[in-house]
């Protein structure tokens, strides 16, 4: 006893210095490991009040999840504990620090544990595998939760709890007077709450588990079961397309399962019966999820978001253009911003004689092309003493399939190209004879397709084919409704191409064919 209050006093000092207030942050929990933040005001704390803070338990995520929160995290691949910091101080209830498919170890794992616990956010562990080895190492640092990979059965759930649960309830391995999940030794009440308050979460992510996963989701000690859609669509085979239709009826049988069982448990208050947990798709957002019931939903990952981050400063850098600037006088302002529109130039020398300082220019918002003549012809209207260059651009004038998004939708609206419900469309195609092009993968055309429709994949209709091709191809006259899956745009590129090469009345097909199929409307299989 004296040498555990020697030791908790020793760590005092860290605690009872005055700080500034913290700026304000979105209510979060704090963890077990440090104390709340004083106010000003109040008194100072002793040693032992400090530690008796620093060693207080605060509300677990399954005591957040019991009380009706929806939680919302972020999976962290990169295991930098400066990103794990300020996922926490961004305001995620959890994070997930991603051993199974990021580059770290326990000691990486550790370093940003260590930081979303000091920004007070609780850690989840994904174990690169399911085993007791595993488990063992990831529970003696301290997480929050476990998250078990491709656990297939409910004897395989059971497995995961025991690596979780220290003799005679499981097989975990002691080593609790000395490891941080206990603070060394220090929280004397570790081992009679570590079980009742760490989090399994057992992932179904397979074609074999979603059959178990009313089974899974009721073994004992199994707190949440996670769906896991991209590892389910490669088990069903469709790992380039886990947005296909079969792939999303699969998840929401599965999910729907869970759900049901849990309001039953709620009344009867009859066995386990796990949350719901679930990872946001581009075709299956974090909100929808929300919608649909889910208890835990993570929105996204570390490195996808710095990915797209990143890609769209380069891209804004690149497609930015230089202007000419500093000019003799300052009455012919407006017509100088009129005349020198966006250029590029690849010579500038102050040197040279005003024609030879641009050698060819290009126009970035009609696309045209500038020769030296041009410029020399600009430069004859005023005296040019320097060119200001605040951003340069080399690449070539952009062909307009390649011009950004916004334009694309400008050219569709222009063209009166607008949606219409799967009624109306059917409508069209039984009175007015349009036809339906089918944009999506052989196999799902070949699966169930509207009658008459005809299939050309999209990335053949922008990588190889023109419109013009495939009307010819096709051999009937383009006076058509492109249909492709709700959550993507392929129908509108398509019908942004279609347009652009002079066809008329182009509609596009509001919620896609995944809504004409759930209206029941009519359907053929494989190709006519």
């Known amino acids: 006893m004296a040498a555990s209050a020697s030791a908790t006093a020793s760590l005092s000092h860290l605690l009872l210095a005055r700080k500034p207030d913290p700026a304000p942050l979105p209510s979060r929990r704090a963890p077990a490991l440090l104390p709340l933040p004083r106010r000003r005001g109040q008194r100072p704390i002793s040693a032992a009040a400090a530690a008796s803070d620093l060693l207080s338990a605060a509300p677990s995520l399954k005591s957040r999840l019991a009380a009706g929160e929806t939680l919302y995290g972020l999976f962290l691949l990169s295991f930098s504990p400066t990103l ?10 959890y994070v997930v620090v991603d051993m199974e498919h990021g580059p770290g170890g326990v000691p990486e794992a550790l370093a940003c544990l260590r930081a979303l616990d000091a920004a007070r956010t609780p850690a989840v562990i994904r174990l690169p595998e399911a085993g007791p080895i595993w488990a063992k190492k990831a529970l003696d640092l301290g997480p929050a939760g476990l998250m078990v990979p491709a656990v297939e059965s409910p004897a395989a759930a059971a497995a995961a709890v025991s690596h979780c649960r220290y003799p005679p309830r499981g097989v975990r391995g002691a080593a609790h007077p000395i490891v941080r999940a206990s603070a060394y030794g220090l929280d004397d009440s570790y081992l009679s709450r570590c079980e009742d308050e760490t989090l399994i979460i057992c992932q179904v992510e397979t074609a074999a588990g979603i059959a178990e996963v009313d089974a899974i989701a009721a073994v004992d ?8 859609p991209l590892d389910l669509s490669a088990s069903m085979g469709y790992l380039w397309d886990p947005g296909n239709r079969k792939v999303r009826a699969r998840l929401r049988e599965a999910e ?10 709620v009344t009867a208050s009859d066995g386990n019966v796990a949350y719901l947990g679930g990872f946001a798709m581009p075709n299956d957002p974090a909100e929808q999820l929300k919608l649909r019931g889910y208890h835990m939903v993570s ?14 400063d380069v891209k804004r850098f690149k497609e930015a253009v230089m202007e000419i600037g500093e000019e003799e006088g300052e009455e012919d302002d407006e017509k ?7 250029w590029t130039s690849s010579v500038v020398n102050s040197n040279l004689p005003c024609s030879s300082r641009i050698s060819s220019c290009s126009d970035f918002t009609s696309g045209y092309s500038w020769r030296p003549i041009e410029a020399a012809k600009l430069c004859r209207t005023r005296a040019v003493r320097s060119l200001q260059i605040t951003c340069t651009a080399t690449k070539p004038a952009k062909s307009p399939a390649e011009e950004e998004w916004k334009i694309k939708r400008q050219v569709l609206v222009e063209k009166r190209v607008r949606s219409v419900d799967v009624k109306e469309a059917l409508r069209l195609q039984k009175e007015n004879n349009f036809a339906i092009l089918d944009v999506r993968p052989v196999a799902d055309f070949k699966e169930a397709h509207p009658p008459g429709a005809v299939n050309v994949q999209i990335y053949r209709l922008i990588k190889e084919w023109t419109a ?32 652009l090469n002079g066809y008329k009345n182009v509609f596009h097909l509001d919620g896609g ?3 004409w199929f759930k209206e029941g409307l009519p359907a ?3 190709e006519e």
């Open 256 to 265: 729907k399962k869970v759900l049901d069982a849990r309001k039953k448990n």
């Open 299 to 312: 929105g996204a990952v570390d490195i996808g978001m710095f990915r797209k981050a990143a890609l769209e």
């Open 513 to 515: 064919l995944y809504t």
């Open 336 to 342: 100088d911003k009129e005349d020198d529109g966006y």
């Open 468 to 499: 013009w091709d495939i009307a010819r191809r096709a051999a009937f006259a383009f006076f058509g409704i492109f249909s492709g899956t709700e959550e993507n745009p392929e129908s509108l590129i398509a019908a942004y191409l279609l347009v």
């Open 84 to 93: 794990a910091e300020l996922a926490a101080l961004a305001g995620y209830d």
């Open 221 to 228: 000690g199994v707190d949440v079961v996670q769906m896991g």
């Open 524 to 526: 053929v299989e494989g």
